[in-house]
């Protein structure tokens, strides 16, 4: 679909054996699509293949299997990569080289208009104001990853690819980070989040999908992925308890009706009863083998 | 498309003009011409001849060494510490890329042998000797010669690693320079095979013109246009088939 930012499906990649090592699935049959103006969510353990997928995306690897199209279009495509802004995992720039210069050439390469006033505004935007001259060697990592921020939004994109934008940030510019994140949504860009924060996944977007081992185990929107299906949350209380002894207990659903009447039956007072709702962790847990 | 690979060649020509590289080369080229410039001092008969062969020679050894001092590291490099990644990720194609590194290891190259002819034009006039009018052509013609090698440069670099990448074009650059009779006596049991692979492989002894230069033999001009164009072609092709690799490769 032209319209649609991102379909993958059934991409595979492998990485093939040289000089006696054994080939190695990063990826497997993995499908999924991203849809306009959405938050989508990318999740994995370590070595979920997760920035594999990501560089299949960008046209840096050539997938073993199956395909990435964005707007209907191949990776390596120059109008493709005139849409997105990409920010890397740990990412390095020649280090002798200011932020400043590195807007201009990337602004140039893009053909853009790139002016000082402008630059200085994004840098502003990411948390680099008066940072501009200073050469790369002496930024942090957050720092590094903040100007890899302003690289990936001089364009105005039509779709951002993060790749664990904020591994390396304190929590006061995680949220500076989120807060841009939703700016992007509303201005009308689709956004492509891998991250390891649960935690900003569930703050932030609409859909999610976990990888684990290579394979795509859990794909939906926030609210069905934590919504554990045909369970609930049933709050009551003993006759003439006070509020503090509420009881809450998890029901399956066959099971709701018959202990609800018998809750009833003992004369307790029922609150509440409503759907039970997971954290991301858990179902992030549960989805990759740990617990619960 | 044209705008793109000019302003990253600009960004590679100032990223080699700032590592250290460049101060080892410069320190290079002035012990160069100081060695060359003592020739006089050994009161040796056709002074000019000996400057103008030791001169010229340093040219054709400097394009060499220019060519893998600058270009066998800088796409391992871009890999290893991933700076290639926000490249070509976004607003560079792989040809892009490619020509933009070219294009900016070129003019430093270019640039080094013309401060280098220029210093031995500068020699040969303390000296009181005249400068030949050939030794400007020639001088093109071996910058030509040190473009080809820097593509070979990087067509090693896309598939082997920089230890590797200095030997293989030294040999590429030896064998180059054999006839065709020194080539097959390689392995003679094959002389079909050996003279067929001669004519393949780049025929680098066209740019060998000290000589002629240094003893006033004249070079017609039709020599100089002949052997630039065949040197501009073959790294046309060196850069075709690099890009062709560079296509094939993951960039993990």
Redesign the interface.
């Known amino acids: 679909m032209k319209d649609r930012p991102l379909e993958v499906s059934g991409l595979t990649k492998v990485?093939r054996k040289s000089l006696g090592m054994k080939s190695f699935t990063a990826v497997s049959s993995i499908s999924f699509n991203l849809n306009p103006g959405e938050i989508m969510g990318f999740l994995g353990p370590n070595g979920a293949g997760k920035t594999t997928t990501i560089?299949c995306m960008?046209?840096?690897?050539?997938p073993s299997g199956g395909s990435v199209s964005l707007w209907g279009l191949r990776p390596?495509s120059?109008r493709v990569?005139s849409r997105?802004?990409?920010v890397?995992e740990?990412?390095?720039?020649?280090d002798?080289?200011t932020p400043m210069?590195f807007l201009a050439?990337?602004a140039?390469?893009?053909?853009l208009d790139a002016g000082k006033p402008g630059m200085n505004a994004l840098l502003d935007r990411v948390g680099l104001n008066g940072w501009g001259t200073t050469r790369i060697r002496n930024f942090s990592k957050g720092m590094r990853q903040r100007l890899?921020l302003a690289?990936?939004l001089q364009s105005k994109p039509d779709m951002l690819i993060m790749d664990e934008p904020t591994g390396g940030l304190d929590p006061i510019a995680r949220k500076e980070f989120r807060d841009i994140i939703l700016e992007e949504r509303a201005r009308g860009a689709s956004i492509f989040l891998s991250s390891h924060l649960l935690s900003e996944v569930e703050t932030v977007c609409d859909r999610a999908v976990i990888l684990f081992r290579g394979r795509n185990v859990r794909e939906g929107s926030l609210v069905d992925l934590l919504t554990r299906e045909d369970s609930y949350l049933v709050s009551h209380i003993p006759p003439g308890g006070a509020a503090g002894a509420m009881i809450e207990e998890t029901v399956s659903g066959p099971a709701l009706q018959a202990r609800i009447d018998s809750i009833r039956a003992a004369g307790n007072s029922i609150i509440e009863v409503r759907q039970d709702i997971r954290s991301l962790e858990e179902v992030f847990l549960s989805a990759t083998g740990g617990n619960p | 498309m044209m705008?793109?690979v000019f302003?990253?060649a600009?960004?590679t020509l100032?990223?080699l003009l700032?590592?250290r590289t460049i101060y080892g080369i410069s320190i290079v080229i002035m012990l160069a011409l100081f060695g060359i410039g003592q020739i006089p001092s050994f009161g040796v008969e056709g002074e000019s001849t000996f400057i103008l062969d030791f001169g010229l020679f340093g040219l054709e050894l400097g394009a060499l060494l220019l060519a893998i001092g600058l270009a066998s590291n800088i796409y391992p490099r871009d890999r290893e510490?991933?700076?290639a990644?926000?490249l070509?990720?976004?607003?560079?194609?792989?040809g892009q890329y490619l020509i933009g590194r070219f294009l900016g290891a070129a003019l430093v190259q270019a640039a080094a042998l013309l401060v280098s002819c220029i210093g031995l034009m500068l020699i040969l006039v303390i000296h009181g000797h005249a400068v030949p009018g050939d030794l400007i052509p020639a001088t093109a013609l071996l910058i030509i010669e040190g473009w080809f090698l820097l593509a070979v440069v990087f067509f090693f670099s896309f598939w082997t690693s920089p230890p590797l990448n200095a030997p293989m074009t030294l040999l590429l650059f030896i064998v180059s320079q054999m006839s065709v009779v020194q080539f097959v006596s390689l392995y003679p049991q094959a002389p079909g095979l050996m003279r067929t692979l001669r004519l393949i492989l780049p025929h680098m002894d066209v740019f060998r013109i000290k000589d002629p230069i240094a003893h006033g033999m004249g070079i017609p001009d039709v020599y100089f246009l002949l052997a630039g164009l065949y040197g501009l072609a073959y790294m046309a092709f060196m850069l075709s088939v690099a890009l062709a690799v560079f296509r094939?490769r993951?960039?993990?």
């Open positions: 990485y560089k960008l046209g840096l690897l050539k390596a120059s990569r997105i802004g990409y890397p740990n990412p390095d720039y020649e002798s080289f210069e050439m990337f140039s390469m893009r053909g890899s690289l990936a | 705008r793109t302003t990253f600009g960004m100032r990223s700032r590592r510490q991933k700076t990644m926000p070509l990720a976004v607003p560079l194609s792989r094939t993951d960039l993990k």
